[in-house]
Nanobody, 126 residues
């Protein structure tokens, strides 16, 4: 089992920044590709960004490319999502996810993830 705990969400004005953290415990962190998804009210959960086991590969949704940055710290078993230039349409619950991987690839679909965090709310006011 892998436990994922997100933090860092909150209320921010448009144009502002937030950094989300996802702390992982329970298994070897480096064996897992990680991802962030989000779900806005009345909408389906959508992919935001993914990072491979080593951190050498990343993939971003077009809607966040150039504004969001994912990173991981193996020493702290934590993955981060730095969100800049936030827009009201970024408002959602953000979920961290972990996918057991035997190769160094990103996982782009929610069905590919084995473990999920409880989510953290991000609200961007206009």
């Amino acid at each position: 089992q892998v436990q994922l705990v997100e933090s860092g969400g909150g209320l921010v004005q448009a144009g502002g920044s937030l950094r989300l953290s996802c702390a992982a415990s329970g298994r070897t962190f480096s064996n897992y590709a990680m991802g962030w998804f989000r779900q806005a009210p009345g909408k389906e959960r959508e992919f935001v960004v993914a990072i491979s086991r080593s951190g050498s590969r990343t993939n971003y949704a077009d809607s966040v490319k150039g504004r969001f940055t994912i990173s991981r710290d193996s020493a702290k078993n934590t993955v981060y999502l730095q969100m800049n230039s936030l827009k009201p349409e970024d408002t959602a619950v953000y979920y961290c996810a972990a996918a057991r991987q035997y190769s160094d690839y990103v996982v782009l679909v929610s069905q590919g993830y084995d473990y999920w965090g409880q989510g953290t709310q991000v609200t961007v006011s206009s």
